[in-house]
């Protein structure tokens, strides 16, 4: 159980309590972007289930459409140093364009996480740009974000500061349309999205997050292992109370479904508006795929205030997604898209 824990979290552990189980790792990272690498195979130990393809191979390289460029950078200030991958549509020619980040989840990479979402084709469709920051195994042994970190929940600290100056840096190089920066990720990727946009709610505009945990959700690793295990308890918590899109399967066993419908309830107290949202519902099923519950939330001007999906019988995997990546599954609604669809009707300040 311990073994495990330390492949997920990284080496540096403090003394656990007999009775904790298992769960993934977060820290700050290096310079250069990540490489493709075999992983290792992860002992399920406990009742704390990883996912299938958490630890496979990385994917290809991903393709590039002509006239579209997907760059290496680095950023690095006072908290450290991150590489990242910026993709540039083929359609760019020189106009202001949206701006996405996405943050990958545990023992994935820009590559991965690019070719798992298919957010780059998303860009294409949509026209924006997309940046994704990586996390090195310097930081954390499973290049997992560290989302539970209290020096990782505040502003001008820690790995949330390094991200919001990647943004800040494509902002300043690129023509990115005023009011439309976004940010979403994956699982560890996800609960760090919250963190970044809560604490920097001047950049972004919304929030996307897919099988994540909601703001301050953790302070340490035993409340990390809780959270993810049987969902977040600090219920009066706010976060920014930014528009937010979330995507949960109701199988997850790495990270309970309940911190869904508390990222919602957070983002709902969190707005000054959020009591008065209305909601409404909607039951559908993908084609030969799984069903799903969609819950909006609207103020009463018409612009969305908040989206949940539930997606049922799926586990903690990209929904819709690509099996050239990891964590997807290509079963579920097109998570990319919806969180895109989503994404052009919220317009910052």
Known sequence: MRKTVKL????????????????????????????????????????????????????????IPAGA?????????????????????SCWKGQALPLVVMLHGCAQNPDDFAAGTRMNAVAEERRCFVVYPAQSPDANNSRCWNWFNA?????????PSIIAGITRDIIDT???????????????????AVIVGTL???????????????FAAARD??????????????????????PIIVFHGDQDTTVHPANGEELMAQGLRSHPLGTKALPSRLAGRVPDGYSYTRTKHWLHDGSPLAEHWVIHGAGHAWSGG????????????????????????????
């Open 200 to 214: 920097y709610p001047e950049l972004f505009a919304a929030v996307g997050v897919h099988s994540g945990l909601p």
């Open 8 to 63: 997920l979290f990284g080496s540096n552990l403090p003394e656990l309590p007999k009775t904790a189980f298992t769960l993934p790792s977060f820290t700050p990272s290096s310079k250069s972007a990540q490489s493709a690498q075999s992983r290792q195979a992860a002992s399920r130990q406990g009742a704390f289930d990883l996912p299938d393809t958490v630890f496979d191979p990385s994917p290809a390289a991903v393709k």
């Open 221 to 242: 690793l035993p409340s990390a292992l809780s959270a993810m295990k049987r969902g977040a308890s600090a219920r009066e918590t706010k976060s920014a109370g930014l």
């Open 69 to 89: 460029h997907f760059m290496s950078g680095v950023y690095a200030n006072d908290a450290g140093s991150r590489s990242y991958k910026l993709y540039v549509p």
């Open 151 to 159: 020096l990782d929940q505040k502003h001008g600290q820690g790995e």
């Open 174 to 192: 690129y023509p990115v349309a005023p009011g439309q920066v976004y940010i979403a990720g994956m699982s560890a990727g996800g609960a760090m």
């Open 322 to 349: 690509s099996p050239a990546g990891s964590y997807t599954d290509g079963r579920g609604p097109d998570a990319s898209r919806e969180m895109m669809r989503f994404f052009s009707t919220v317009r910052g300040g």
